[in-house]
């Protein structure tokens, strides 16, 4: 069975510090990826997403970068977090069959920034 | 403007009681999904509905799609308090290599016991 990871669960980081979360997929093969954001328990903001390693598309202009060196991990960073770059971040894989597109969330990562 | 609309935003209940939340858009979609969320957790699949009109039930929970597959609503029979959690409904536009799913801003239930 597939099973989707993320680390850490928690970060307090100061504001200016650089970030690195990672999202790693076991039980599948060359797996599209997502990175999304959730800000105070809400609807889900889309950041990057990849469908092969070291392909990176990203949905919106941001003070973040993603990279995927291996086929099952992709990890979200940034040089010098901002305040506004606290919230709740969503690592998910996919699987499309036919019209059904199915995604698979990882438990997240809350990060703070103060 | 918001792809996916979903209401209501916020819903408390009593236990029992039944209930059903929208997810709306101007524009079709080939499947669209519901998620619950719990607080801390991510998103967890419910269901996916890919043919207009179609109507899926999972125990307590009935989903349908619209005809049109532009919209869809999720209908809880006698609800308990496990039920509580952020409901999200997401979708895939078009067909071919478009595999994003848009995820409209939920509606946070709450089921008091």
């Known amino acids: 069975s597939q099973t989707i990871h993320q680390w850490p669960a928690t970060l307090v980081q100061p504001v200016g510090s650089p970030l690195s979360l990672e999202c790693t997929v076991e039980g599948t093969s060359n797996p599209n990826l997502y990175w999304y954001r959730q800000a105070a328990g809400r609807g889900l903001q889309l950041l990057f997403y990849?469908?092969?390693?070291?392909?990176i598309s990203s949905e919106v202009p941001q003070n973040l970068s993603a990279s995927r060196p291996q086929d099952r991990q992709f990890i979200l960073s940034s040089k010098k977090l901002l305040l506004s770059d606290s919230g709740f971040y969503l690592c998910?894989?996919?699987?499309?069959?036919?019209?059904?597109?199915?995604?698979?969330f990882g438990p997240g990562t809350r990060l703070l920034v103060l | 403007t918001q792809l996916l609309e979903q209401s209501p935003q916020f819903l408390s209940i009593q236990e029992g009681e039944n209930l059903t939340v929208y997810c709306n858009s101007s524009?079709?979609?080939?499947?669209l999904q519901w998620y619950r969320q719990e607080p801390g957790e991510g998103p967890v699949l419910l269901v996916t509905?890919?043919?207009?009109?179609e109507v899926k039930k999972l125990k307590r929970l009935t989903f349908q799609f619209g005809d049109a597959r532009k919209d869809s609503s999720l209908h809880i029979t006698a609800a308990q308090p496990g039920d509580t959690g952020l409901y999200l409904c997401?979708?895939?536009?078009?067909?071919?290599?478009?595999?994003?799913?848009?995820f409209g801003k939920g509606t946070l239930l709450t089921v008091n016991p």
């Open positions: 990849s469908v092969g390693i070291g392909q």
């Open positions: 998910a894989w996919s699987v499309r069959q036919g019209r059904r597109e199915t995604q698979y």
């Open positions: 524009s079709v979609f080939s499947s």
């Open positions: 997401a979708g895939v536009r078009g067909g071919g290599s478009n595999y994003k799913l848009t």
């Open positions: 509905v890919v043919t207009g009109g």
